[in-house]
């Protein structure tokens, strides 16, 4: 009887051991882990739907007749991915850092496939493997990309730190889905978009925001970017109803006009605005509190063109009898357009005062400059400061826009304000997709 228990027990111990023994076998299909428990952190983090993007772009495509339109279609993308096991038709997902390091992991529904992906690669460039920790990677060493992959996942990665981010991917485990991802794909601003992308970096918290989520929008001519940005605990500045504006009269490349509440802003030393703008001007020390005592909130600038003005000189002459002498001209000059108002308060006088103390703002004649700024009028009363290029004063108006223009490289960015509460920004910035796709003669080339 006794021996009998004991077998019992020796049994019902073996049968315990051996549980917990084979259990990773018994849990290894089991526990495949998904593809976003293998996502990489980064400062930057997205995905992209590219059957979706493709249908949304197909309009600005054709309607512009780009020569790599046809490689870009929903029929095409959709063969080529099936013909080298990829499954495209659930998300793309990717990474960035600050640092240009950048990464992309891609599902895969035939591995078998993907090979064949590379000996095509093979026949168009150069492409060159080795063994990383036991996983056979594929270079691009003119792009300096690399790539590998597994049963359900393509990783493709540019950067210096490939070992850490491949065995992320590679070793990850089910249900281990960073929190920063987590947290993104819980969003449902980016839920269903065509291109989302999501940030929660230390700069970003810094001045005040625990998260910015960016998607975009397209039709025929523009591309749309829409930005919303969630605060650590509340936004210290909101929107006034109308404030003093330039009235933009003109053609600029550059012009803005916001209206801001900044009593909150005034009240804490440490307020995430004055921050960000001491971060931006440590070069010049440019006044902060000084100039948040000043400010009342309204600002409107524009720069564009030119100016006719005039400009005294002194030209030395000689008179009758030979003796030199130095006589006052005028002369017209072409100054750029550029013109500048704040609304002020009773601290307006600190705050200009200190401009000229530290150089930022100096005096020539009846003009003034601040820092490398063209020749500049200035009008002052009680309620504004106001900085012109111009000989006449441009026209002032009360307004409640909230936007900017800004031109560079020739690409004509327009922002706006869309709505701001306590906690939430929401913002866009619109642009014509030809202008950016001429920046880059390799995308205007057929494939």
Do not use: C
Request: glycine letters at 6%; aromatic letters at 14%; a positive charge.
């Amino acid at each position: 009887m006794l021996a009998r228990k004991g077998l019992v027990i020796v049994l019902l111990i073996s049968l315990i051991a051996g549980y917990f023994y084979f259990r990773p076998y018994f849990r290894g299909q089991v526990e495949e882990p998904n593809i976003t428990d293998r996502l990489p952190p980064g400062d930057f983090i997205g995905k992209i739907l590219l059957l979706d993007l493709a249908r949304e772009t197909n309009s600005f495509l054709y309607y512009n007749k780009l020569p790599f339109r046809d490689f870009l279609t929903y029929e095409f993308l959709l063969a080529q991915g099936k013909s080298y096991g990829l499954d495209i038709q659930k998300p793309v997902y990717f990474f960035a850092n600050e640092s240009g390091e950048w990464g992309s992991v891609v599902p895969v529904k035939d591995s078998s496939k993907i090979m064949s992906g590379v000996v095509r690669l093979r026949q168009n460039m150069s492409v060159e493997d080795t063994i990383v920790g036991g996983q056979r990677v594929y270079k691009l060493p003119k792009e300096n990309i690399y790539m590998t992959y597994g049963k359900t996942w393509l990783f493709m990665y540019r950067g210096d730190q490939l070992p850490k981010r491949m065995y992320h991917v590679i070793y990850s485990k089910k249900g281990e889905i960073h929190p920063m991802w987590k947290d993104f794909l819980q969003q449902k601003l980016a839920d269903k978009q065509s291109l989302a992308f999501y940030s929660s970096s230390a700069k970003l918290k810094k001045y005040g925001v625990e998260k910015a989520i960016f998607t975009h929008r397209s039709d025929s001519i523009q591309f749309t970017v829409r930005s919303y940005f969630k605060a650590k605990g509340e936004f210290d500045f909101s929107l006034k109803e109308k404030g003093l504006a330039l009235s933009h009269e003109g053609k600029f490349d550059k012009a803005l006009t916001f209206h801001f509440n900044i009593d909150k802003i005034r009240e804490n030393p440490e307020a995430p605005l004055k921050l960000w703008l001491a971060d931006l001007s440590k070069r010049i020390s440019f006044p902060v509190t000084e100039f948040f005592n000043a400010w009342e909130g309204d600002i409107s600038f524009q720069e564009g063109g030119v100016q006719k003005i005039k400009e005294t000189y002194i030209e030395t002459e000689f008179d009758e009898e030979f003796n030199s002498v130095e006589v006052k001209k005028e002369k017209e000059v072409l100054v750029p357009g550029y013109a500048v108002i704040l609304s002020m308060n009773e601290f307006q006088k600190e705050f200009v005062t200190k401009l000229f103390a530290k150089g930022i703002m100096r005096k020539e004649g009846n003009r003034f400059h601040i820092l490398t700024s063209p020749p500049l009028k200035i009008n002052q009363n009680t309620e504004y400061l106001m900085l012109h290029s111009s000989n006449h004063a441009p026209k002032i108006l009360a307004n409640g826009e909230n936007r900017a223009y800004w031109e560079k490289d020739n690409i004509p960015y327009n922002f706006k304000v869309d709505s701001l509460n306590s906690k939430e920004l929401f913002f866009s910035v619109n642009f014509p997709g030809m202008s950016l796709l001429r920046k880059s003669r390799a995308l205007m080339n057929p494939w």
